[in-house]
C-alpha cells in the first residue's frame, strides 16, 4: 500500500512540474548558431489582449522604453506598408554606439517581421507572431530573433547579455501591456 502512495504521489510530481513549466509565462531559449552569430527563441505568455500587444510592438517612437539598454530612434519612417528604422543602441558589453538599421512588416494574419537594412551588424531578424488564447483575452507570443554584430565580440558573450537583455524586455513589454489594459477597463 505504502508503495502505491508513493507512487502515486511520484506521478503526481512529475506531472505538476511539467505542467507548471508549460504554464511559465516565458520559456526562452538563446544559443550561438554555428555560422555565426546569437538565436533565440521565446514563448511568451502575456495577461492581455493581442490588440494590445501588437499596439505596443508597433509603437516605435517609444521603443527605447521596452529596453533597460540605452537606445534611441534616430529616424522612423513609414513607406507602402512598411516601417524603416533607425536604432542607435549603446550597450554596455560594446564599445561606442551601433547602428541598426531595420524595415519592419506585418506578416497575415499576426506576425511582425524584422529585417537588417543596415548598420553594424551582419545579421539581424526579429518575428513575432501573436495569437490569442483564453477566448483573446490573453496572448501567446512566439518570437524569434537572429543577432550578428558586427565585432571582435565572441558570439557566447553576446548569447549571455542577450538572455538577460531579453528577459528585462519581455518583462517591460508585459508591463506596459499590463498598464495600457488597465486604462481600456470600465471604472
Known amino acids: 500500500m505504502l508503495w502505491r502512495a508513493m507512487i502515486v504521489m511520484s506521478c503526481l510530481v512529475l506531472a505538476w512540474t511539467g505542467w ?7 520559456v526562452l531559449d538563446v544559443r550561438t548558431e554555428p555560422t555565426g552569430g546569437v538565436r533565440a527563441t521565446a514563448t ?42 533607425d536604432i542607435r543602441i549603446n550597450h554596455a558589453l560594446l564599445p561606442g554606439e551601433r547602428r541598426l538599421l531595420s524595415e519592419t512588416r506585418t506578416l497575415p494574419p499576426s506576425g511582425l517581421l ?16 501573436l495569437s490569442p488564447m483564453d477566448g483573446g483575452v490573453h496572448t501567446q507570443a512566439e518570437f524569434e530573433l537572429l543577432v550578428e554584430v558586427d565585432s571582435t565580440m565572441p558570439d557566447w ?31
Open 157 to 187: 558573450v553576446i548569447a549571455l547579455a542577450m538572455r538577460r537583455d531579453l528577459e528585462s524586455h519581455f518583462r517591460l513589454v508585459k508591463e506596459k501591456a499590463l498598464a495600457q489594459a488597465q486604462l481600456v477597463q470600465p471604472q
Open 20 to 26: 507548471s513549466r508549460a504554464a511559465e509565462p516565458v
Open 44 to 85: 511568451i505568455l502575456f495577461p492581455v489582449e493581442p490588440a494590445i500587444i501588437r499596439r505596443i510592438l508597433t509603437d516605435y517612437a517609444h521603443w527605447p522604453e521596452l529596453f533597460d539598454v540605452r537606445m534611441r530612434m534616430a529616424e522612423i519612417r513609414e513607406e507602402d506598408g512598411k516601417v524603416f528604422t
Open 114 to 129: 524584422t529585417e537588417l537594412k543596415g548598420g553594424d551588424f551582419k545579421q539581424y531578424r526579429r518575428f513575432w507572431k
